[in-house]
């Protein structure tokens, strides 16, 4: 994890801020984060204690963007056999959303 952050936030400067599950909350992640990146932010969004259904802050956001990729045929099972050729798929899932968010008429 702590590779795979420190070359996204490489290639992205501009975030400054992570929002992780409890399963990043360990000490090896957290110092490994640290080294690799100084700059970043990390918030643990905790489930709730209780059983039941509560939303969680941003992580609606990550769920309801899945839920509009999924919309896509090609993005609903994973058919990709190449990595590249699924991101491909998944770029042109987000380009056909994009557009039809900006080609919306306003009423």
Request: aromatic share 12%; net charge positive; charged share 25%.
């Amino acid at each position: 994890g702590v590779l795979l952050m420190g070359s996204l936030f490489g290639l992205y400067p501009f975030l400054l801020k992570l929002y992780a599950d409890g399963g990043y909350q360990g000490a090896n992640f957290q110092a490994g984060l640290r080294t690799t990146c100084r700059q970043i932010n990390l918030e643990i969004v905790k489930r709730s204690e209780l059983h039941k259904f509560v939303v969680l802050p941003k992580r609606w956001i990550v769920e309801r963007t899945i839920a509009w990729l999924n919309r896509c045929r090609r993005l609903a099972k994973d058919w990709e056999c190449l990595n590249r050729r699924a991101l491909a798929f998944l770029r042109w899932a987000s380009v056909r959303r994009m557009l039809r968010r900006l080609c919306q008429k306003t009423t």
